[in-house]
């Protein structure tokens, strides 16, 4: 059974900080890796795709990297602002489209 | 931008009631997914379909049932609902192993 563990389970930082979350797996054969945040009682928001081919996306303020041979992926966030606040979740394809997702990252962005 | 829409936000409904849940994606995607959410447990698969009128099972397939008549409609059915059926339950739909796209979440509560 695949392990997605993320850690920490919750980070407080001052607004204005850069700040890494990050996403460890066991099983490196992964077909890709999305990164979403969601907001108390809402559903899930798509923040980046990687493809296993890919090292790395970037959408705004946003980078998410992906290392298959160490089983890792961080989600780096620049100049962080209140509206940051959010959990976390990365999640796992393996190709059989269903996801194994992490246990989570709750942020908070302190003003 | 894919969109999936879950008809009702809040649902208050009594034990042995038959629960209808319905999910609409716009994008003609193949795949759609139900999951359920809740506190230190994570989200869970409860079912998936890959096409019209294919279903297979998830993790948590006990006490649900699915439907899937037409491409752009999932609905989640509890034949007669339980209060440990109180839960978020979320759907998603993907284009083969492209990234998921989540609904905004259908809180549930079984009386």
């Known amino acids: 059974k695949q392990e997605v563990t993320q850690i920490p389970a919750a980070l407080s930082v001052p607004e204005g900080e850069n700040l890494v979350l990050n996403c460890s797996f066991t099983?490196?054969?992964?077909?890709?890796l999305q990164w979403f945040r969601q907001d108390p009682g809402k559903g899930l928001t798509s923040l980046l795709l990687?493809?296993?081919?890919?090292r790395e996306q970037t959408s705004g303020r946003l980078n998410a990297s992906l290392d298959k041979s160490s089983g890792r992926s961080t989600l780096y966030i620049a100049a962080s602002q209140p509206g940051d606040s959010a959990t976390y979740l990365c999640?796992?394809?393996?190709?059989?489209?269903?996801?194994?997702f992490g246990t989570g990252t709750r942020l908070t962005i302190i003003p | 931008d894919v969109k999936v829409t879950q008809s009702s936000r809040y649902l208050v409904k009594r034990t042995g009631e038959k629960v209808f849940l319905e999910c609409v994606q716009d994008?003609?995607?193949?795949?759609m997914f139900w999951y359920r959410q809740d506190p230190g447990l994570g989200l869970r698969l409860i079912y998936f379909?890959?096409?019209?009128?294919?279903?297979e099972k998830g993790d948590i397939p006990e006490g649900y049932s699915v439907s899937r008549e037409k491409k752009e409609r999932f609905s989640l059915i509890l034949e007669s609902a339980s209060t440990n059926q109180t839960s978020m339950y979320l759907c998603?739909?993907?284009?083969?192993?492209?990234?998921?796209?989540f609904g905004s979440g259908t809180r549930l509560t079984v009386v």
């Open positions: 998603a739909s993907s284009l083969s192993n492209y990234g998921y796209t």
């Open positions: 099983d490196s054969a992964i077909y890709n």
């Open positions: 990687i493809q296993s081919s890919q």
């Open positions: 999640a796992l394809n393996f190709g059989n489209e269903k996801l194994t």
């Open positions: 994008m003609d995607h193949e795949n």
């Open positions: 379909s890959y096409d019209v009128k294919m279903k």
